[in-house]
């Protein structure tokens, strides 16, 4: 397993890459880029700096933790609800952060504001320079799939092709959707002609991946190509 472990210190209200104490507030960020599971984990220690016999001590407050992936952003929040009685008098904390996907150049970035009620008391930022060789589309070959697992599904406002590939392994479909994740994809028909196909957006039931499309329309024609329609 490859796991490539980053530890930040961020420190409060403080420009990118500085390291020195601002404020009465520190906040430490490890991330963890497991890039051959195709997870991206981060904890993080916000803490406070508090006089204790004329000496400064860190006072964890909160230690929220991120799971996500490379390509995903996520945020979490960590302290009293809105409608809690003490929100307006105690700390709260907010935590984005994002990675490039998999093999593609961006900038990922680790972001903390902690509140205290509504009002900011402290804003933290790392951001990260990746260069990633880029990535070819993932080609997808109608010969590959089997035409009876071809369906058009929509979640919500998305649109999916889903299929399942005849000849690889559960193994060989999650290691493919890792690697592709938000890769765009061209589906080559029985004819070896090839097409843009949307982007690659992960497995289904570990076994089959999903397409993503920007309208029915799109995703019918790729499914009609995908179950050997419409090629000729």
Excluded at 28 to 56: H, P, W, Y
Excluded at 205 to 227: C, D, I, V
């Amino acid at each position: 397993m490859q796991r490539k472990r980053i530890s930040l210190l961020i420190v409060t209200a403080c420009l990118v890459g500085s390291a020195a104490v601002a404020g009465n507030y520190s906040t430490e960020a490890t991330i963890f880029l497991q890039k051959d599971e195709g997870e991206l984990n981060v904890d993080v220690r916000v803490s406070q700096l508090v006089d204790q016999n004329n000496k400064l001590v860190e006072q964890l407050l909160f230690a929220p933790r991120i799971k996500t992936a490379p390509g995903v952003p996520a945020s979490i929040y960590a302290g009293p609800a809105h409608t809690d009685s003490e929100y307006a008098s105690k700390e709260n904390v907010t935590v984005d952060v994002s990675w490039p996907y998999p093999n593609e150049s961006g900038t990922a970035f680790c972001a903390v504001i902690i509140k205290r009620g509504d009002e900011v008391v402290s804003k933290s930022k790392l951001q990260l320079k990746i260069e990633g060789p880029g990535r070819v589309p993932l080609v997808v070959a109608a010969q590959e799939i089997d035409p009876k697992s071809v369906r058009v599904v929509d979640e919500k406002t998305l649109t999916y092709v889903l299929l399942e590939f005849a000849g690889k392994t559960r193994e060989e479909v999650k290691k493919l959707a890792l690697d592709n994740y938000g890769n765009k994809v061209q589906i080559r028909d029985f004819e070896g002609r090839l097409t843009e196909g949307g982007l690659s957006f992960g497995t289904y039931l570990e076994r089959g991946m999903a397409l993503h499309y920007n309208s029915r329309k799109e995703a019918e024609q790729a499914a009609s190509l995908l179950r050997g329609k419409d090629s000729k």
